[in-house]
């Protein structure tokens, strides 16, 4: 007889999962044949750069590297970061106390409230959002306030709509800018206005800054550390994922407060070794480039940028062009659900997008495009939209 295997509570409170219709879809089309083009995933279709490959080759052979790595990440990649960041945005960091290395920089985000919020304690979650920061919260056994982001107000969370109970009773504030789902970008103004709210409140402040490097038309986003007092309060993280097409490598890092940083190496040494000091070295290479590197990739998203856009406006969606990330998110253009648009775009015409509500309640009624398709294939999929009967 095998074992009754139930799934937990924990796992039971996560959201539903509500794309498995469409994964079914997607699997039955694919397996008759049928062309699809996929605007789904925000994976990044361009190769990592070949210095990076070349740097994780050469490393990969020292014996050294073979052994478990240090918790905190290599001191040297941690000096690349704090030299990275004090050229990108003219922030001091210490690498010994505020910097640490992360798998990929999800890991830390699922981690963190494990490491700031005790069961039952509040943090505040925007509605849409990267699914991770609900699940890790869920999983610390904290209770999620949903900060809603609407289009009205350029989807960024007003804080003074926060019931001031709430506010005192939160632990810990989620922010995504650049944003994904939306491609909203927040001022230093509105950052400054966060750091005030989380001295106020005595709230942590975790800020997702994947997306820093991804922008358009000569626009940087600030990062949380620029604004005063920011280090008193919170923590932003980073990935080399979006920035260097490195989404398979795994690694990330988290810089800012180092009390919060403290919890989370504390956690994450009871959980994980670190990360492989190859690919570590190779992340050196990759900030000491930098630019070198990724003014390229940024101009290769903004030309797909303006194609989708511009074959979009020709159907007539209503689109406003992103400062920064690789996402379009798109107002459903027609009476139906974002599930059900996206079941018939992808019934009808072949092509792939993620539902808004995926990423949240607030996200129904959307739909989000990722620019990781070449041009020739993002004018297939307007020439396949345009010849649908549904619009
Ligand atoms: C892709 C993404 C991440 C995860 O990046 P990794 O470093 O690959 O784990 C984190 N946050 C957001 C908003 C993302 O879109």
Redesign the pocket.
């Known amino acids: 007889m095998s074992l009754r295997i139930e799934r937990t509570k924990r796992l039971a409170s996560l959201p539903p999962y509500l794309f498995a219709e469409l994964e079914r879809t997607k699997k039955e089309m694919r397996a008759s044949g049928q062309d699809l083009i996929d605007l789904g995933v925000?994976d990044p279709d361009l190769p990592t750069p070949a210095p990076i490959i070349e740097k994780l080759c050469q490393a990969a052979k020292k014996p050294q590297n073979h052994r478990y790595p240090s918790y905190q990440g290599l001191l040297s990649f941690r000096q690349a970061i704090a030299n990275w960041y004090l050229s990108k945005f003219r922030v001091e960091l210490d690498p010994e106390a505020e910097i640490l290395t992360?798998i990929?920089?999800?890991?830390g985000?699922a981690h963190l409230p494990l490491a700031l919020i005790n069961p039952g304690e509040i943090a505040l979650v925007p509605d849409p959002a990267?699914p991770?920061y609900k699940a890790g919260v869920i999983f610390a056994g904290g209770r999620v306030v949903s900060l809603p982001l609407l289009e009205e107000n350029h989807f960024l969370p007003r804080l003074e709509e926060i019931e001031k109970k709430t506010a005192q009773e939160a632990k810990l504030l989620f922010l995504?800018y650049p944003n994904?789902p939306t491609g909203a970008v927040a001022s230093e103004s509105f950052l400054s206005g966060i750091v005030e709210f989380a001295q106020e409140h005595n709230v942590a402040v975790c800020h997702?800054f994947?997306?820093s490097q991804i922008a358009y038309d000569g626009y940087q986003a600030p990062s949380l550390l620029q604004i005063k007092e920011a280090k008193e309060v919170g923590v932003e993280?980073h990935?080399?994922?979006?920035t260097f097409n490195m989404?398979g490598w795994?690694?990330?890092f988290v810089v800012g407060n180092r009390k919060i940083i403290q919890n989370l190496r504390e956690l994450k040494t009871n959980v994980d070794s670190g990360v492989f000091q190859a690919i570590q070295e190779a992340g050196i290479e990759a900030l000491r480039m930098d630019e070198e590197l990724t003014t390229s990739i940024k101009e290769i998203y903004q030309t797909r940028r303006n194609c989708l856009i511009r074959g979009l406006r020709e159907l007539g969606w209503r689109v406003d062009a992103p400062k920064a990330s690789f996402y379009l998110w798109l107002r459903v253009p027609i009476p139906c659900s974002s599930l059900d648009f996206a079941q018939k775009l992808m019934r009808d015409c072949g092509v792939v997008v993620t539902p808004g509500v995926g990423f949240g309640r607030c996200g129904e009624g959307y739909i989000r495009m990722s620019l990781t398709v070449d041009e020739k294939r993002m004018k297939e999929a307007i020439e396949r939209i345009k010849a649908a009967s549904f619009l």
């Open positions: 925000g992360l990929g920089s999800k890991e985000l990267y991770v995504n994904n997702d994947a997306y993280f990935s080399l994922s979006k989404t795994r690694i990330g």
